[in-house]
């Protein structure tokens, strides 16, 4: 089987150190083509391929679950991109998740998640592989001694998010990687909200990032997918054998997609954080505006770990209306800049209220969100629109 694994050393400057970000984003895995000269990756549609004589492979590929060429340079630009030994792509977010958890976690093992976890998270862990024999527990990540004291000897995994979604709580990755690696205990950050941009989880002392990939990676909300990239070459073999076990995999012209998105995302994620960082502040002035959860907010209670640990803040925004459910149901509603949708991370502004939309699933559960809660994913537009749109909504 062809692997991608070759992240750190996708492209080096002459003197033999590893290039910028942005660098890396364009070249990284995707070397022109040495038939045809094309700077561009092929999406190569195929399901199988010709092997010279039985077991006689050609560059490592046999049939397109297992790898594909196209698949292998999104892998290996993921993996340079957050500094990873080995990247692996997926069919969606969730299917890199139950890939991931079913490799480091078996039945009987404990994990720790977010107290504010996104909704689809979950839903997969108390709905399916509780039923498998996974046992959990809600902990809020971003106080280190709820965590400590949260560990079991059977907690096999600590699933971060950071920035959390929806309410947008920052964790100190190296405080929990030293926690649970005190306990054996791997580390797991879903890193969509920051993007590689922004924060490097490995770096930091994580084990697995994870990635949907629809989001800022993909940039144009045309594509679903999802990313795994790990720290350790042997953890990345296991987890790529289960997703060639169960199948999860992204098709060559998703793998595409999402390749041209991590073109540009230095670029986008510059703008998304200028506009955001703007439109948290209108917010946090306004008088309709309860509570505005941003990292980038001075007021925010983990600002200074976010500025030490992130880049920038990012484009994702939470805020509470005075008005309550009935308020924030009306505003979601009156945009016309921001559109009402669920997903996050595109180039366009999306407007949504958790409670009903995207975090549904955890009504009624100790995750459940604020009824008065709208989340934001600021796009790229002007920011005089954006600010003008808001204003009207909200007046």
Known sequence: MHTADRGKDAALDHAGNPPGFNTLAIHAGQEPDPVTGAVTVPIYATSTYKQDGVGGLRSGYEYSRSANPTRT????????????????AFASGLAAEDTVLRTICAPGDHLLLPDDAYGGTYRLIARVLSRWGLEYTAVPLHD??????AMRPNTTAVWVETPTNPLLNVVDIGALAEIAHAGSARV????????????????????????????YLGGHSDVVGGAAITADAELGEQIAFHQNAMGAVCGPFDAWLVLRGIKTLGVRM?????????????????????????????????HE?????????????????????????????????????????GVESLVEH??????????????????????????????????????????
């Open 144 to 149: 280190p001694t709820a965590v400590a004291a």
């Open 305 to 345: 770990l976010a500025a030490k640990q992130m880049k920038r803040f990012g484009g994702m925004i939470s805020f509470r209306l005075v008005g309550g459910e009935e308020a924030a149901l009306k505003f979601s509603g009156l945009t016309s800049v921001f559109t009402l949708a669920e997903s996050l991370g």
């Open 270 to 302: 510059d703008r998304h954080c200028e506009n955001a960082e703007q439109v948290a502040q209108f917010l946090a002035g306004h008088p309709a505006v309860s509570q505005v959860y941003y990292p980038g907010l001075p007021s925010h209670p983990q």
């Open 354 to 395: 958790p409670g009903r939309m995207t975090h549904a699933s955890v009504a009624g559960s100790p995750l459940e969100v604020p009824a008065d809660l709208v989340r934001l994913s600021v796009g790229i537009e002007n920011i005089e629109d954006l600010l003008s749109d808001l204003s009207a909504a909200l007046a």
């Open 188 to 215: 797991v950050v879903d890193n969509t909200f920051a993007s590689p941009y922004l924060q490097q989880p490995l770096a930091l002392g994580a084990d697995v990032v994870i990635h949907s990939t629809t989001k």
């Open 73 to 88: 340079a999104l892998e290996e630009c993921l993996a340079a991109i957050e500094g990873g030994t080995r990247g692996l």
